[in-house]
C-alpha cells in the first residue's frame, strides 16, 4: 500500500513538474529546432549511449562488491533514479534506495548493495575531479576562475572523501562500523516508540549489515582489477557526455577547442553536483553559460548549446525515467499493472487531445514565413490537401480513443498509422513542427505500449467496417457529383459531369470550394452536406472496426454435450441445470471447468459460479475474465455462492450482495406444530374439498403438456407478462417432457397449478423452476403445492428443497453495509407496490428455511449500470423495460386487481389471497 502511494506521488510530481516548466520545455523545443537536425540527433543518441554506459558503471560496481546483476537490468533502475532525484529532491538517496531496493528484491544484500552504491558515487566523483582538475586549470591561466567555482570544487573534493572514508571505514575499522550503525538502530527506534512503533529496525540490523558492508569493503580491496575497471567505466561516462556538448555545438555552428569544451563541462557538471536545487535546476543554466562566455565563446551560443545541452540531459532521462519507473522492481506487479493501465488511459486522453488539436490546426491559417519555405517544395494542392488530412486524422483521432480505452488491437494500429499520416500532414500543410512533434510522441508512447492492446475485434464488423470505408469515398463522390450535376440551377457555374466530378474531388481531397458560388441557400447546404455525409460515413466505418466480438454461431452440439457432462459430474446447485439451456454459451477452461454465460452489449454475464473440480475455481474465475477482456466484453457473475468470493476479489472483481436463498430441510418436515397451524389448516381444507397433488414422470405425454401449457398461458396473461430466461426456465415442450412435474387437481379433475422439479446433480437437493397456476385457485392451492413437493421430497430421500432467491432481503441492513447495499435495501423497503420482494420473503418464510446468500459479481462500481442492465436483457428480452411499463400500468389501472406480482430467479409465483 505505502508502495503504491509512493508511485502515484511521483507520478503527480512528474505532471507537476511539467506543467510548471511546460514553457521551458516549449523553449527547449524550439532551440533544438534551430540547430543542425543530424547533429542534434547524435547528441542524444549518444547520451542514450551515456546512461546504458552508467548503467553498467553500476554493473562494474556491484560486480566488485560480488552482487550479481546485468545491465540490461540496471538501466530501467538507472534512469529510475535520475527521475526520483528530480520529481523528490533528496540530495541523491532517493535514487540510491531504488538501486539497493531492486538488489534486495533480487534477493541480494542490502548493506553489499549499499556499498555497491557508495562506490558509485565515490567512482562518478573522483573521475570527475580529474576533469574537474583540467577544466579549473584551464580557467585559471585564462583568468577566468572564480571564488564560487573553488569553493564548490572544494565542497565536492569533500563529499568525494566523505564517501571513501564510508568505505574505509567497513575496510579498517569495523567495529567503529558497527558503532555507528548500531547509533542510527537507537536512534530510529526511539524516534518510532514515540509513534507507537518501537521496532521499526530489527534488533539485529546493525550487527548483520555491519558484518555485509565489512564483507563489501574488503571484496573492493581483494579485487584491485575490478576496481580499476569500474573507474574506467566511470571516466569513459564523462567522456561520452563531453562528446554530446561538442556535438551539440557543431549542431549550432560553433567550433570549440578542447579547453573551453571541459571547462565549460566541468562547471556545469560540478553545479549539477553541489546545486542546492534538485539535478541543478535553475543554477546549472545560469552558470555554465557565463563560463563559456567568459573563455569567448559567443553569448547567444553560449546560451542556445547550454540549454540544449541541459534538454538532452536533464529532460530527456526525465521522461525516459518516468516511462521506466513502473517497471521496477521495488514495485509490486501489482501496482506496476496499476500504472501500466493508466499508461493505457492517459494515452487514450492523449489521442482524443491530439484529434482536437489536428482539427483546430486544420481549419487555423498556417503562419506566413513557414509557408514561405513550404511553398518552395509543394504545390498548391498538396498544402490544402493537407489541411483535410489533419481534420480527416483528428476526427478519426476521436473515434479511436475510444477503442484504445478498451484496449483493442484494431484501434491501436489505427492510431499508429492516422498519427504517421498527422505527422505528414502537419508538416506539408505549413511546417506545423509543434503538432508533428506531439504526434509524433504520442506515436512512439503507443507504440512502446502495444502489447497492453490485446483486446480483439469482431471480425465480421472488422470487414463490415472495411467495406464501409472503402465504399463512403465512392458514396460521397457520387453524391457530389450527382448533386452538382443536376442541382447546378443552386449555383453560379453550370456544371458538366466533367466539372461536377471534379468539383467533388477538389472539395473532398483539398479542403476548399474553388470558385464555388452558391446562389441559393439550398446550393450553400448541399455544399456544406458533402463534408456531413463523409464524416458520417467515416465515422460509422471507424466504429465499425472497433466494435466487441458478437456471437453469430450457436453453440456446437461437441460443446453442448462437453457442457452437460461437466455439470453433471461436479453441479451443485440450484442454478446447474439452468446452464444447460439452449440461452447460454459456454467456456471452458485449462483446467475442466465450465462457464455459462450469455451476451449483451458489452457484458458478458455467467450464470452462477465456475461449474468443475474445486481447485480450478479460481483459475477458471481469472481465464473467463481475461477471455472476455480479449472479446472487450465487461465480465460478470449472476448469483453466486458464498465459497469463492476471495478468488472473485482476488481477481480484483467487486461483489455485492443481492439476497438470499431459501432451503427448506425435508428430512424432519412435518405439518406438526403449532409453526405450521395456518398451512395445515389450509392443506386439510383443500384435501376435504376433493384436491389432490399427483406427481407426473416423465416422459409426459402430449394431453398433460397441452393441459399445463394452458396454464401456463393463462398465468402470463394474469400477469401481462412473457417468459423469462437465463436463471429461469421457460414453458418448451422438450424441456418439461423430460422432468418431473408437481401439479394440482381440482375436484373435477383439471390442473389449477404445477410445478417442475429439478435435479441439482451431485448434492442431494432439488429444487423447482416454473411454478404457474390458473387466475382463479383456490385459496391455500400454493401451500398446498408447496407441501406435497416437500413430502415427496422426503419420501424419495432428499435433504433439502431449494425455494429459490428471496432477492434483496437481508440486504444492506447493517450501517456500514456498502452504499450500494443500502441502495438496494431502500429499493426494497419502497418499491414494493410495484415488486413484491417482501410478499415473496414472507410467503418462503412459511416453510421456516434456511437462508444461504447469494452475490452478483462485476469488475467495479462504474460497470455496475451496465452489469445490471444486461441481467435484465438477458432475462426479460430488449424490450424488458417496455414489459415492466406494461405490467406495473396494468396493475395500477386494472379496476379491482389485487394481484401482486413476485418474480424470483428460481420460482414465480403470482399470490392470490395468500
Not at 629 to 655: C, G, M
Not at 795 to 814: H, I, K, R
Request: charged letters at 15%.
Amino acid at each position: 500500500m505505502k508502495r503504491r502511494w509512493i508511485l502515484w506521488l511521483l507520478i503527480i510530481g512528474f505532471v507537476w513538474l511539467v506543467f510548471s516548466r511546460f514553457n521551458e520545455i516549449e523553449k527547449l523545443a524550439k532551440t533544438l529546432a534551430q540547430g543542425q537536425w543530424q547533429w542534434v540527433l547524435a547528441a542524444a543518441l549518444l547520451q542514450v549511449v551515456y546512461y546504458i554506459v552508467y548503467a553498467a558503471l553500476y554493473h562494474s560496481a556491484f560486480y566488485t562488491v560480488e552482487i550479481k546483476s546485468r545491465v540490461q537490468d540496471l538501466i530501467p533502475v538507472t534512469l529510475g533514479s535520475l527521475f526520483v532525484n528530480v520529481v523528490a529532491p533528496t540530495g541523491g538517496v532517493g535514487g540510491a534506495a531504488l538501486f539497493i531496493d531492486d538488489a534486495v528484491r533480487r534477493g541480494q544484500s542490502a548493506a553489499r548493495a549499499t556499498a555497491g552504491t557508495v562506490l558509485v558515487m565515490a567512482t562518478e566523483y573522483s573521475t570527475f575531479a580529474l576533469v574537474l582538475v583540467i577544466g579549473l586549470t584551464y580557467l585559471f591561466f585564462q583568468h577566468a576562475l572564480t571564488l564560487y567555482e573553488m569553493i564548490s570544487a572544494l565542497i565536492l573534493l569533500l563529499v568525494a572523501l566523505v564517501l571513501a572514508s564510508v568505505l574505509g571505514l567497513g575496510l579498517w575499522r569495523p567495529t567503529w562500523l558497527h558503532r555507528l550503525l548500531a547509533w542510527v538502530q537507537d536512534t530510529v527506534n526511539q524516534l518510532g516508540s514515540r509513534f507507537g512503533r518501537p521496532t521499526l529496525i530489527a534488533g539485529d540490523w546493525a550487527e548483520r549489515n555491519a558484518a555485509d558492508f565489512t564483507e563489501a569493503a574488503r571484496s573492493i580491496a581483494l579485487h584491485p582489477a575490478r576496481l580499476t575497471q569500474t573507474l574506467g567505466v566511470g571516466l569513459l561516462n564523462h567522456l561520452i557526455d563531453l562528446s554530446s556538448l561538442y556535438v551539440l555545438f557543431l549542431a549550432f555552428y560553433q567550433p570549440i577547442n578542447i579547453g573551453p569544451l571541459v571547462a565549460g563541462y566541468a562547471v556545469g557538471t560540478l553545479f549539477l553536483i553541489v546545486s542546492p536545487t534538485p539535478m541543478g535546476i535553475g543554477v546549472v543554466e545560469g552558470l555554465m553559460p557565463l563560463a563559456l562566455i567568459s573563455l569567448g565563446i559567443p553569448s547567444n551560443v553560449a546560451i542556445v548549446v547550454t540549454l540544449s545541452y541541459r534538454g538532452l540531459t536533464f529532460w530527456l532521462p526525465l521522461a525516459l525515467g518516468f516511462g521506466l519507473l513502473q517497471r521496477l522492481k521495488s514495485f509490486s506487479p501489482q501496482e506496476q499493472a496499476q500504472a501500466r493501465a493508466w499508461n493505457v488511459k492517459v494515452v487514450a486522453w492523449l489521442t482524443g487531445l491530439m484529434g482536437v488539436i489536428n482539427i483546430l490546426s486544420a481549419v487555423t491559417p498556417s503562419l506566413a514565413n513557414r509557408m514561405a519555405v513550404v511553398e518552395q517544395f509543394t504545390p498548391l494542392a498538396v498544402r490544402q490537401g493537407g489541411h483535410l488530412t489533419a481534420a480527416l486524422a483528428g476526427f478519426a483521432l476521436l473515434v479511436l480513443a475510444n477503442g484504445l480505452w478498451r484496449r483493442k488491437q484494431t484501434a491501436w494500429l489505427l492510431t499508429v498509422v492516422v498519427l504517421v499520416i498527422s505527422v505528414v500532414s502537419h508538416l506539408f500543410k505549413g511546417l506545423d513542427y509543434e503538432e508533428a512533434i506531439l504526434a509524433t510522441g504520442l506515436a512512439v508512447w503507443l507504440f512502446s505500449l502495444r502489447t497492453h492492446f490485446h483486446v480483439r475485434s469482431d471480425v465480421p464488423s472488422i470487414q463490415q467496417g472495411a467495406r464501409v470505408l472503402i465504399s463512403a469515398s465512392a458514396f460521397t463522390l457520387a453524391y457530389g457529383v450527382t448533386g452538382f450535376y443536376l442541382l447546378d440551377r443552386h449555383f453560379s457555374v453550370n456544371f458538366s459531369f466533367g466539372a461536377a466530378l471534379r468539383q467533388t474531388l477538389i472539395m473532398f481531397t483539398q479542403f476548399y470550394d474553388p470558385g464555388l458560388q452558391p446562389v441559393t441557400g439550398f446550393g450553400r447546404y448541399f455544399a456544406a452536406s458533402i463534408y456531413g455525409v463523409g464524416a458520417v460515413t467515416l465515422g460509422y466505418g471507424l466504429l465499425a472496426l472497433i466494435r466487441p466480438i458478437l456471437i453469430r454461431q450457436s453453440v456446437t452440439p461437441e460443446q453442448r454435450t462437453r457442457a452437460k457432462k461437466i455439470v453433471e459430474t461436479y453441479g451443485r446447485s440450484s442454478l446447474a441445470r439452468m446452464t444447460l439451456f439452449d440461452d447460454k454459451s459456454y467456456y471452458f477452461s485449462s483446467g475442466g471447468s465450465v462457464v455459462a454465460y450469455a451476451v449483451r452489449g458489452r457484458t458478458a454475464v455467467a450464470l452462477g459460479d465456475p461449474i468443475g473440480p474445486a481447485k480450478d475455481a479460481a483459475a477458471a474465475i481469472n481465464e473467463f475474465r481475461d477471455f472476455c477482456t480479449k472479446n472487450d466484453w465487461l465480465p460478470a457473475f449472476y448469483q453466486i455462492l458464498p465459497n469463492y468470493l476471495n478468488a472473485y476479489r482476488d481477481a480484483h472483481f467487486n461483489v455485492i450482495y443481492v439476497g438470499n436463498e431459501g432451503i427448506v430441510d425435508v428430512t424432519p418436515f412435518s405439518l406438526s406444530g403449532k409453526h405450521y397451524k395456518s398451512t395445515r389448516a389450509a392443506v386439510n381444507k383443500l384435501n376435504r374439498l376433493g384436491y389432490r397433488a399427483e406427481l407426473h414422470r416423465p416422459p409426459l405425454p402430449h394431453d398433460l403438456l397441452e393441459e399445463l401449457r394452458a396454464v401456463s398461458d393463462e398465468w402470463l396473461t394474469m400477469i401481462s407478462g412473457r417468459e423469462k430466461q437465463f436463471s429461469l426456465g421457460w414453458f418448451d415442450d422438450d424441456y418439461l417432457r423430460t422432468g418431473p412435474v408437481m401439479a394440482i387437481h381440482t375436484p373435477g379433475g383439471t390442473i389449477s397449478a404445477f410445478a417442475n422439479i429439478v435435479f441439482e446433480y451431485q448434492r442431494n437437493e432439488i429444487t423447482l423452476d416454473l411454478m404457474r397456476h390458473r387466475s382463479n385457485i383456490e385459496n391455500g392451492t400454493m401451500e398446498f403445492l408447496f407441501v406435497s413437493l416437500f413430502e415427496w421430497a422426503k419420501t424419495q430421500g432428499y435433504d433439502s428443497f431449494n425455494l429459490g432467491l428471496s432477492p434483496l432481503w437481508g440486504v444492506g441492513e447493517q450501517p456500514n453495509d456498502p452504499k450500494t447495499e443500502q441502495a438496494l435495501r431502500y429499493i426494497y423497503d419502497h418499491m414494493n407496490q410495484f415488486y413484491n420482494f417482501k410478499g415473496l420473503h414472507t410467503f418462503k418464510e412459511k416453510f421456516h428455511p434456511y437462508w444461504s446468500p447469494r452475490y452478483l459479481v462485476y469488475p467495479g462500481p462504474a460497470s455496475l449500470p451496465a452489469v445490471a442492465f444486461a441481467i435484465n436483457r438477458i432475462s426479460s428480452g430488449d424490450n424488458f423495460i417496455w414489459d415492466y411499463f406494461n405490467a406495473f400500468a396494468g396493475k395500477l389501472f386494472k379496476p379491482g386487481n389485487n394481484l401482486k406480482k413476485v418474480t424470483s430467479s428460481s420460482v414465480e409465483l403470482e399470490e392470490v389471497n395468500l
